[in-house]
């Protein structure tokens, strides 16, 4: 569905974009893991400035449907009062995730909070707002590879393929 060049494309296009608006604002990156670590690694190899990555687990799927809920397996520990955040996350659909953890972080005392997506399924979101900084605007299918998987598997595939049923 979508080649390992598209992808690197997409992820420098934002990294450019990120270079030129945050590079004096010492943002914390929070990579949404397990999915966004191979997207969140290319990007911030691709920032021109000083930053901070940190990382949260969370969980909201269940097979290929989101469960609507969102389970905080690793939690955030880094201070965050009044920095400016960037969320990364690999992909974006219901919103549900996103909005949770925008949520958290206000009420931990950050400051202005940024969303950055590889992908985002405009046709999915039920809550919340569309992200920041999108890589790549997808249909609502379910896709395996690049840090997203199946059941646990797929993640490691270079390229993003659409699960058929």
């Known amino acids: 569905m979508i080649s390992s ?3 690197s494309d997409a992820v420098s296009d934002m990294a450019n974009k990120i270079n030129r608006e945050f590079s004096d604002k010492n943002p914390l990156f929070i990579s949404v893991l397990n999915g966004a670590f191979i997207f969140s690694a290319d990007l911030i190899r691709l920032l021109s400035f000083p930053c901070n990555i940190s990382f949260v687990k969370l969980a909201s799927y ?3 449907n989101s469960t609507e809920k969102v389970k905080e397996l690793i939690g955030f520990n880094e201070e965050i009062k009044e920095r400016t955040i960037i969320i990364l996350e690999d992909i974006v659909d219901t919103g549900h995730t996103i909005e949770s953890s925008r949520q958290k972080l206000k ?3 950050a ?3 940024y969303v ?12 919340g707002k569309r992200p920041d900084f999108v890589g790549l605007e997808i249909p609502n299918d379910f896709i395996v590879g690049y840090g997203l998987d199946y059941n646990g598997y797929g993640r490691n595939l270079p ?4 699960i058929e049923n």
């Open 5 to 7: 060049k598209e992808i």
């Open 111 to 113: 400051g202005e909070i």
């Open 116 to 127: 950055a997506t590889l992908l985002f399924k405009p046709n999915a979101l039920k809550s």
């Open 62 to 64: 269940a097979g290929i």
């Open 107 to 109: 009420d931990m005392g």
């Open 159 to 162: 390229h993003i393929y659409k």
